[in-house]
């Protein structure tokens, strides 16, 4: 999950702006969770589509 379209219970701002330090704990936190918690879907998504036509074109050249 991404960060920029949470909103925080204690402070009702973003948490991707920090403003208080419930925001700032949060935000730290997922950061750290993983190293694809701050892509944005889409980019995930295509990440992923040019891995397996990587994987499409090798497997068709070995052949």
Do not use: W
């Amino acid at each position: 999950m991404t960060y920029d379209r949470l909103v925080c219970a204690n402070c009702a701002a973003p948490v991707s702006e920090g403003r208080c330090p419930v925001c700032r704990a949060n935000r730290e936190r997922l950061q750290h969770e993983s190293p694809f918690a701050g892509l944005h879907p889409m980019a995930l998504i295509a990440l992923v589509a040019v891995l397996v036509a990587a994987v499409a074109i090798l497997a068709h050249q070995t052949v």
